[in-house]
């Protein structure tokens, strides 16, 4: 089905020419070495060249004179007899390769896919098979890559009963009713799809860890952990767990949880070296602590940094990470004391311990401020952190971007973040250099994403949002590449080559983010979701309740005023110039005027609308585009899968339904509040 093989689709190759061209390459595959994920390798560019030029190459191990296609590590291929000096390895990081085409004057043609590790030619492998699907040139390829986040890494939030928290795709593909699941090859394809796009660490577990999943560190589904972490590794995917930071209590039956109590720390040890048993190379663990209402060391008076480095310590003598979230806020605060602002939350929690972490901590911050919302400025915390280990996360699950009804397509969004100057050591010190772990020199630092995948035949739910989890890997492994090469390197895998069908499906997917931002919720304001499930309009729905998610809507305004001189000071969390820039209305830029100002409707915008008149207009807008995107996908019906036309085509309507309900009840809240009416006087009710 070709929903389910997304973007490894290895459809033959039509064009003779081509095909020929193509195929004079492969004719035996050469291999040194012999670890699982070399197999790997080996299995992927047989099973794609055979899918996608009907020749099965022959497999020699360790026979490489006769092999037209080599594979090996730099240190098992003697890489001087092809033009290759060690020197050029000595530079690469772990996971680099090159992927090279040798000349063949003398006719002999020859394809090295030569890694530092086996990681590498895992990594080559899936590059030369994406230019082939991309029907590139490979005649004279010399391409040497590596990638420039240390953890490329993905979140599951699925819990053991199979349901998946934000989860919009069907059921999970690791748990069955209470237990794993047994069909492990879904989760190995699932392991392909990761590792083709470069990704090499996954927890498979919800960040949320109830009694059930407490046990996953114990002996009862500790020997099942162990098969999926196998299934990962042989395509360089290490292994994480969410641990419940209760398990001394839950799990030990210790009367705390307490981290600087030697009976705790012992515990700690013991039930680590007891992972390591089942899995040498265990990742380690990720922790949500002292967030909505999780346990964590506030009991104990203890700080983050304590109730961290407990877990670290017994995970080091095994070379374990220890991801700590900040996604830290009080959830009962009093939406009337204007004094408390969830925005400043992870900075005024983390920023003072910065450094009293051990090196294998990193701590995880999600993108933004408050919580993935449409527009949010980037979170202050990032780059505050000067020595503290520090990963990015995402969210690939469109949580409050229209749960894979809608089409939204983020990757325009995450290159924003990664682009985005703090200015933490001066001009230039973007996201994706402290990400990448070159601003403070952190050897533990990297990219994290909450997954938009389950058991859904085309895993995530609409196809379409297929092209975010695939764009994620890719951005991960090289944040420079630009959002047209993601996206087109996805539509040519997806759906080949048709120009009608790449131009369509660009155009959605380049439009939709800011669609949805038109029609949902404007000028960076954030939430009017429905409490809960998060879809659908609600505008007042979190405004009179605890969670710290205002817009302080009145008849004169709107807004949440974050300055430093008359709001919550969030302003000040940023280093200059974005303080001041934030904090000027004359300077802050319009998508997030909203975030860090309170303003009357009458307020003129820099486009020069009013924010009431801007309001009107980006919710009609926001309709219109979306009977565009329907135009443009009805299209292609005939041109694609049918199945795969259809989903998306069901959803598109959905959207259509979802975008209606958003601006007529958006439209109509601020016109009754303002009393001010549209300028070109189109129905508000
Ligand atoms: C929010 C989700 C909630 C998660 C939480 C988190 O609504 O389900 O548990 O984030 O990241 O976005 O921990």
Redesign the pocket.
Known sequence: VKGYRAWLQYSKIEDKRMDEEYRSWFSAIGVAGDTSITNSAIKELSDGIESMLDVAPTVNVDSLQTASIILGTYQDIWIEDYGMSPELFGDLNNEGYVLKTTPNDNGEKKILLIGKTDKGILYATYHLLRLIQSRKPIHSLDIVDAPKNQFRMMNQ?DNIDGTI??GYSGKSIFYYENDFSEDLERIKDYARLLSSTGLNAISINN??VWDVETNLISKQYLPKVERVANIFRAYGITLFLSINYASPIALGNLDTADPLDEKVRAWWKKKVEEIYQYIPDFGGFIV?AD??NRPGPFSYDRDHADGANVLAEALKPFNGILIW?C?VYNNLQDWRDRSTDRARAAYDNFKPIDGQFLDNVILQI?NGPM??QVREPVSPLLGALKKTNQLLEL?VAQ?YTGQQKDVCYLIPQWKEILDFDTYAKGEGTKIKNIAGGTTYNNSNSGIAA?SNIGNDINWTGNTLAQANLYGFGRLTWNPDLTTEEITRDWIHLTFGHDPLVVENIEYILLNSWKTYENYTVPLGIGWMVNPGH?YGPNIDGYEYSAWGTYHFADRDGIGVDRTVETGTGYTSQYFPPNVEWYNSLDSCPDELLLFFHHVPYTHVLKSGETVIQHIYNTHFKGVEEVEDFIYKWDKLVGSIDNRIFENVKERLYLQLKNATDWRDKINTYFYRKSGISDNKNRTIY
């Open positions: 939030w928290e934000r960040v949320n949500k967030s909505e979230r996604f999600k919580d993935f969210q949580e909450v998060h």
